[in-house]
């Protein structure tokens, strides 16, 4: 217990970063999600690209659905070899949904800001809390 004792000012923002994204968001955990317009129309524009790998097996980069036509890197192409995509769902968002992972390694990553900063641990802490 003594050495993890000068730890503890490092470990314990850690889970109250934890604890404050399961207050916030209780709602997440029952699949509820806000609607959001941009996200739906997202998806229409994307159907011409999910049609195709759904067809084909192979990813379109091009797609006519937007404006005249544009590329599709950017919305709905999947890249399977993206090893980040992993890190980032379960390193760093610990598998969380997604607005409670998002909202928790906001926290994380203020929290290292400012521990980079050389300021102290706890008011470190209280930043993290207010960046969130």
């Known amino acids: 217990m003594n050495k993890l004792k000068p730890y503890f000012p490092y470990l314990i923002p850690i889970f109250v970063f934890l604890g404050v994204s399961f207050a916030l968001f209780p709602d997440a955990f029952q699949g509820k999600v806000v609607e959001q317009p941009d996200m739906i129309q997202s998806i229409g524009k994307n159907n011409e690209v999910h049609e195709f790998r759904d067809k084909t097996g192979e990813n379109s980069l091009w797609n006519n659905a937007i404006f005249s036509g544009m590329p599709a890197f950017y919305a709905g192409t999947e890249f399977n070899g993206n090893l980040l995509r992993h890190l980032h769902n379960y390193g760093f968002t610990l ?26 641990p706890w008011l470190s802490m209280l930043g993290a809390l207010a960046i969130g």
Do not use: Q
Not at 106 to 116: H, R
């Open 95 to 120: 598998g969380l949904p997604v607005i409670i992972g998002l909202f928790f390694l906001t926290m994380l990553a203020g929290y290292i800001l400012f521990l980079s900063f050389r300021i102290n």
